[in-house]
């Protein structure tokens, strides 16, 4: 009898683990926020810039409290500091939204680290020469 009743329980643990990965992305909208996919490429060049300030070699080299690093990246992607604070504020709010930016952002720096590994590792270089 608790064999019986432990498949079902399985089964629909399984279904709502992958039910949440099967739905559209959700985000916030509107003319006051910034566009998910906008977003998550800010993020990922926020958190680029922070690691690399937050480098020994680069605060002593540099005032790192005195920089800022969020300008320039906004400017880029042409978005106002208002619309950048109401989207953060805003995806706050809504902590499972913010986990689905962050999970693409996190993605996106995996990525990014993966293709600097193979860049730089002895084994992948050697065989690139080998083909050329």
Do not use: W
């Amino acid at each position: 009898m608790i064999r019986y009743i432990r498949i079902p329980a399985l089964l629909l643990l399984i279904l709502m683990m992958i039910s949440p990965s099967c739905q559209k992305k959700k985000s916030i909208t509107g003319k006051a926020f910034i566009k998910r996919e906008v977003l998550v490429d800010v993020l990922v060049d926020l958190h680029l810039v922070d690691g690399v300030t937050n480098d020994r070699k680069f605060s002593r080299k540099y005032d790192a409290d005195s920089i800022d690093i969020l300008s320039p990246i906004l400017e880029k992607y042409q978005v106002t500091r208002e619309m950048f604070d109401t989207t953060i504020t805003t995806y706050s709010q809504h902590p499972e939204l913010f986990d689905q930016v962050y999970n693409d952002v996190l993605i996106k720096l995996n990525v990014m680290l993966d293709e600097n590994d193979k860049k730089t590792d002895p084994e992948v270089l050697r065989k690139e020469q080998l083909i050329n």
